[in-house]
């Protein structure tokens, strides 16, 4: 089958997409030289929020892509996504009736955390591919139930770690595994913090809403617009402040930089094998100990006072957002999006344009995904890349729980010697919704 290559688009066109109102006609998008409906990928959408949004856009520009179905429990976002696919799509709430259907081959899953392996589970079992939004679950368990799941099932899984699909921190990680800067000792990423308990007065559920299915296997407890603005999305996840349905920052934000920090590590298939949150008094900032002596900290800049400072760092300059900064023997590389990628010395990477813009790496990233539902390949970001990754992420969220320094073993992902640490690598799920 013949492949139509993707159209590159310039910063300009990108905001004045990200800008354009939600309802994009069909057409618009440029869907006229798509091929032929049964030589296409038949995509169905579970979750409709901002990130889904994107999700929609992108696939409809995708002439190897066809939209059959999306779902969502929130009837305007539901039914405006019905209307931007177009002629074809059929909308739903339940996620189980667009999964019965027998010519959706694959899904993109943009739903909060707490549904990503609830439904992910669900659509290997029915056959289908999918891309999965981060973080790829709640839990380290349910990590690990996804990986077993794809493999028996044979799915093709692409975590939405995008950045594996990016030249500029492809080109970094490249550098950092092959040696450019000897041994490394330190890698700094951004978005500290967590979340926790909250409790929030119930308020009338919209109309329009179906709050059960919303909440779906987490907790039940009454509806607050907190946890959710009915209707048009905003440009915020809105729950994550919630442990039942996220885990903060670290999740949310820095497991991007934490997929990028194993991957440069060359511990796509390990971990940290230490955390020491602030809470104890006896580090600065979140900080992973690796066995080969590597230390990973959390925080928004670096400050001579409470870290190692490499030489020719200007500490008045802030880590790059889900970006990396690896410091080693020979100098440092600090790697970001919107094609950001600078060194000391300079020749490590070269002279290159600071904060030039990048390619589309969410777009790469799909494209990545639908060439290997063709090839039977495993992707970029494959499930158990996205498992570990997000492992790292859901530590230093236990260790900020506990208040606790703790030891884990990354191949028997087990805590060493604490029990509640332990008990926090899983919850229970509501009904029908257990894995």
Same mark, same amino acid.
């Given at each position: 089958?013949?492949?139509?290559?993707?159209?590159?688009?310039?910063?300009?066109?990108?905001?004045?997409?990200?800008?354009?109102?939600?309802?994009?006609?069909?057409?618009?998008?440029?869907?006229?030289?798509?091929?032929?409906?049964?030589?296409?990928?038949?995509?169905?959408?579970?979750?409709?929020?901002?990130?889904?949004?994107?999700?929609?856009?992108?696939?409809?520009?995708?002439?190897?892509?066809?939209?059959?179905?999306?779902?969502?429990?929130?009837?305007?976002?539901?039914?405006?996504?019905?209307?931007?696919?177009?002629?074809?799509?059929?909308?739903?709430?339940?996620?189980?009736?667009?999964?019965?259907?027998?010519?959706?081959?694959?899904?993109?899953?943009?739903?909060?955390?707490?549904?990503?392996?609830?439904?992910?589970?669900?659509?290997?079992?029915?056959?289908?591919?999918?891309?999965?939004?981060?973080?790829?679950?709640?839990?380290?368990?349910?990590?690990?139930?996804?990986?077993?799941?794809?493999?028996?099932?044979?799915?093709?899984?692409?975590?939405?770690?995008?950045?594996?699909?990016?030249?500029?921190?492809?080109?970094?990680?490249?550098?950092?595994?092959?040696?450019?800067?000897?041994? &490394?000792?330190?890698?700094?990423?951004?978005?500290? $913090?967590?979340?926790? +308990?909250? @409790?929030? !007065? %119930? *308020?009338?559920? #919209?109309?329009?809403?179906?709050?059960?299915?919303?909440?779906?296997?987490?907790?039940?407890?009454?509806?607050?617009?907190?946890?959710?603005?009915?209707?048009?999305?905003?440009?915020?996840?809105?729950?994550?402040?919630?442990?039942?349905?996220?885990?903060?920052?670290?999740?949310?934000?820095? &497991?991007?930089?934490?997929?990028?920090?194993?991957? $440069?590590?060359?511990? +796509?298939? @390990?971990? !940290? %094998? *230490?955390?020491? #949150?602030?809470?104890?008094?006896?580090?600065?900032?979140?900080?992973?100990?690796?066995?080969?002596?590597?230390?990973?900290?959390?925080?928004?800049?670096?400050?001579?006072?409470?870290?190692?400072?490499?030489?020719?760092?200007?500490?008045?300059?802030?880590?790059?957002?889900?970006?990396?900064?690896?410091?080693?023997?020979?100098?440092?590389?600090?790697?970001?999006?919107?094609?950001?990628?600078?060194?000391?010395?300079?020749?490590?990477?070269?002279?290159?344009?600071?904060?030039?813009?990048?390619?589309?790496?969410?777009?790469?990233?799909?494209?990545?995904?639908?060439?290997?539902?063709?090839?039977?390949?495993?992707?970029?970001?494959?499930?158990?890349?996205?498992?570990?990754?997000?492992?790292?992420?859901?530590?230093?969220?236990?260790?900020?729980?506990?208040?606790?320094?703790?030891?884990?073993?990354?191949?028997?992902?087990?805590?060493?010697?604490?029990?509640?640490?332990?008990?926090?690598?899983?919850?229970?799920?509501?009904?029908?919704?257990?894995?």
């Amino acid at each position: 089958m013949k492949r139509s290559s993707a159209r590159r688009w310039t910063r300009r066109e990108i905001l004045k997409l990200s800008a354009a109102p939600l309802f994009v006609g069909p057409g618009v998008l440029g869907r006229a030289a798509a091929a032929a409906p049964s030589e296409r990928i038949g995509l169905g959408f579970i979750g409709i929020g901002m990130m889904g949004q994107h999700h929609l856009r992108s696939f409809l520009d995708r002439p190897q892509a066809q939209v059959l179905g999306v779902c969502d429990v929130d009837t305007w976002r539901r039914e405006n996504a019905k209307k931007t696919a177009g002629e074809g799509c059929a909308a739903y709430n339940d996620l189980r009736d667009l999964l019965d259907r027998t010519d959706i081959d694959a899904v993109v899953i943009a739903t909060g955390d707490r549904w990503h392996i609830p439904a992910g589970v669900l659509a290997a079992k029915a056959g289908k591919d999918i891309y999965c939004e981060k973080p790829m679950s709640l839990t380290i368990r349910e990590a690990r139930v996804m990986v077993e799941t794809v493999r028996r099932h044979g799915r093709v899984f692409q975590t939405g770690l995008q950045q594996r699909s990016t030249p500029e921190f492809q080109i970094a990680c490249k550098l950092v595994r092959e040696g450019a800067l000897g041994k &490394v000792t330190h890698v700094y990423v951004c978005f500290p $913090g967590t979340c926790g +308990d909250v @409790s929030l !007065p %119930a *308020e009338p559920v #919209p109309d329009g809403l179906d709050w059960d299915l919303w909440l779906g296997p987490s907790p039940w407890r009454p509806y607050n617009s907190r946890f959710h603005i009915y209707g048009r999305p905003p440009h915020v996840v809105p729950w994550h402040f919630c442990r039942d349905f996220g885990g903060g920052n670290l999740t949310s934000n820095a &497991v991007h930089a934490f997929d990028i920090v194993q991957w $440069g590590l060359g511990m +796509d298939e @390990s971990g !940290p %094998a *230490e955390i020491i #949150p602030p809470e104890t008094g006896k580090v600065p900032s979140l900080t992973y100990r690796y066995a080969n002596g590597v230390q990973l900290q959390v925080d928004w800049k670096l400050d001579k006072a409470k870290h190692y400072v490499p030489e020719g760092w200007d500490t008045s300059i802030a880590i790059q957002a889900f970006g990396a900064v690896f410091a080693g023997e020979k100098g440092w590389i600090h790697v970001g999006r919107e094609g950001f990628l600078q060194s000391h010395p300079e020749e490590i990477v070269g002279r290159r344009p600071v904060g030039a813009p990048g390619p589309r790496p969410v777009q790469d990233h799909h494209e990545n995904w639908l060439e290997c539902i063709r090839t039977r390949e495993r992707p970029a970001c494959d499930v158990a890349i996205g498992a570990q990754s997000t492992i790292v992420s859901h530590l230093g969220c236990i260790a900020h729980w506990t208040g606790r320094a703790l030891k884990w073993d990354p191949a028997k992902d087990e805590f060493i010697g604490d029990e509640d640490a332990n008990r926090m690598r899983s919850r229970a799920n509501r009904e029908p919704w257990m894995i």
